[in-house]
T-cell receptor
Framework: QQQVKQSPQSLIVQKGGISIINCAYE??????FPWYQQFPGKGPALLIA?????SEKKEGRFTISFNKSAKQFSLHIMDSQPGDSATYFC?????????FGAGTILRVKS | GAVVSQHPSRVICKSGTSVKIECRSL??????MFWYRQFPKKSLMLMAT?????????EQGVEKDKFLINHASLTLSTLTVTSAHPEDSSFYIC?????????????FGPGTRLTVL
């Protein structure tokens, strides 16, 4: 119930392509869904976040799509660049706590 | 805005010694700070939640006597790993939850790499 399932585990995308990472959750008490980007040896940085009353949110090249009925949400990175190569974590929040997905290692090939 | 710092960034210590890691919110007041542990190529594991001026709440399986957390002010929390052993070697990351604005947002520090010899 507390888990957030994230897929794929790793992803290789050509420069300019679209990277798509998917997450699913069970607990309907989750009310805030952020995505974090982490580079090796660094802490996670907040990328973009969404609440369940919104189906889509776009910030620059990053878009979150949210499907409340399916309890799924995804991150789309448009025009992926080598600098986007990092580990991406989805998360879900209820109350005080953030529950993280397992992470997706993204590599963008130039 | 919403910058969280950690000090030190790296620490190497001998088995049996104690290590203190500081977490500061630089440009905002944090109602709550969190401590996470991350193993290589793994996700973040919440260790404990601390509120300023009160005792930390530890997650199941985390030894509170081993991982001492002090949240002295709205901008500072410390994690002390007592009598560290090699199995405590890990990447420790703190986060802080903003007091105003989007209340659910956690901003993370850069992490501290602890190596226990």
């Amino acid at each position: 119930q507390q888990q957030v399932k994230q897929s794929p585990q790793s992803l290789i995308v050509q420069k300019g392509g679209i990277s798509i990472i998917n997450c699913a959750y069970e607990n309907t008490a989750f009310d805030y869904f952020p995505w974090y980007q982490q580079f090796p040896g660094k802490g996670p940085a907040l990328l973009i976040a969404i609440r369940p009353d919104v189906s889509e949110k776009k910030e620059g090249r990053f878009t979150i799509s949210f499907n409340k009925s399916a309890k799924q949400f995804s991150l789309h990175i448009m025009d992926s660049q080598p600098g986007d190569s990092a580990t991406y974590f989805c998360a879900a929040s209820y109350g005080n706590k953030l529950v993280f997905g397992a992470g997706t290692i993204l590599r963008v090939k130039s | 805005g919403a910058v969280v710092s950690q000090h030190p960034s790296r620490v190497i210590c001998k088995s049996g010694t104690s290590v203190k890691i500081e977490c500061r919110s630089l440009d905002f007041q944090a109602t709550t700070m969190f401590w996470y542990r991350q193993f290589p190529k793994k996700s973040l594991m919440l260790m404990a939640t601390s509120n300023e001026g009160s005792k930390a709440t530890y997650e199941q399986g985390v030894e509170k006597d081993k991982f001492l957390i002090n949240h002295a002010s709205l901008t500072l929390s410390t994690l002390t790993v007592t009598s560290a052993h090699p199995e405590d070697s890990s990447f420790y990351i703190c986060s802080a939850r903003v007091r105003t604005g989007i209340p659910d947002t956690q901003y993370f520090g850069p992490g501290t790499r602890l190596t226990v010899l």
